[in-house]
């Protein structure tokens, strides 16, 4: 019966981890604090060459899966794709660690390239200049997040197996609708995880307006815009915040909550779009289950 209840808690997932492939993580011995020999998993990190046509765009520390989203997700978040374009291939060699994006439209983006702005994330990323004036005009849709909707959430996935529980060192995001988790994706650097689901929303045309965003890593600008550039109004994290992404939240409109874990939340930006609808009495303080290996008590 717990096995029936547990698929039954996972059964929104389109897409979710897979801590049981060999190629994402590898175990390894050491020793621990007492001197005792341990074996501990650990995740895999591997560079990943991203081609726009016949332009070479950037090279990525990546745990290796999805390489097609990653890159489609990428060139639209760094504004190399538009929204109208028509994507013909994402083909991946996995010889050449190498994913080449073939678009109809013919590109060029050698002026662009040179004009790089460093990115706060853990796994350096990097994002363009024009970025930050393109999220000023971007014009998020009402929505709302119901405080049931996101006890569940957090409940479901801090239970989903996941890297992220597993050997610890990854972050991890998901595209969420509702109280229902539909793609959980995971990366060495929260923007590869953000850029694999916008890639496959995307490539699925799925509407990000009545989506929220949900994310294991700090609520950074970076995080901010990018999720700005998709069109979702919502963005949570059970870790904590960086003044310059409360700041880009509150200009934009989105709804920031984070340190959300068991009952406790903190909203800083976009609270209008809350509905307390929840009784706390109800809810459950976060369970031991779902502390990452190896983390502090704030990411």
Excluded at 212 to 230: A, H, N
Aim: proline content about 4%.
């Amino acid at each position: 019966m717990a096995e029936l209840a547990e698929a039954d808690v996972f059964s929104s997932y389109v897409i979710r981890p897979d801590p049981a492939d060999p190629r994402l993580s590898c175990e390894v011995e050491g020793v621990d604090q007492t001197g005792a020999r341990v074996r501990t998993r650990v995740v895999s990190e591997k560079p990943l060459t991203l081609y726009l046509n016949a332009q070479e765009i950037v090279t990525m520390m990546t745990i290796g899966d999805h390489p097609g989203l990653l890159g489609v997700g990428y060139l639209l978040n760094q504004m190399m794709l538009r929204p109208d374009d028509e994507v013909t291939g994402a083909d991946f060699d996995e010889e050449l660690d190498v994913v080449v994006v073939r678009t109809t439209r013919r590109t060029d983006y050698e002026d662009k390239m040179r004009k790089r702005t460093l990115t706060s994330g853990c796994a350096q990323g990097t994002t363009f200049g024009d970025l930050m004036e393109a999220i000023e005009e971007v014009k998020l849709p009402a929505a709302q997040i119901r405080t049931s909707w996101l006890y569940r959430l957090t409940h479901v996935i801090n239970l989903t197996p996941s890297l992220y529980l597993e050997a610890g060192a990854i972050h991890g995001c998901v595209l969420c609708e509702a109280d229902r988790p539909l793609v959980y994706m995971e990366d060495v650097g929260r923007h590869n995880a953000v850029d694999k689901i916008a890639g496959w929303m995307f490539v699925n045309k799925i509407d990000p307006a009545n989506k929220i965003f949900y994310t294991t890593g700090r609520l950074t600008s970076e995080m901010v815009i990018k999720t700005v550039r998709m069109g979702i109004p919502v963005l949570v994290s059970r870790s904590g915040f960086t003044a310059s992404g409360v700041e880009l939240a509150r200009r934009t409109g989105l709804t920031l909550i984070g340190r959300a874990r068991g009952k406790r939340f903190v909203a800083l930006s976009g609270e209008e779009r809350i509905v307390f609808d929840q009784d706390l009495a109800y809810v459950a303080e976060e369970s031991a289950r779902a502390h990452r290996k190896g983390a502090s008590a704030d990411d």
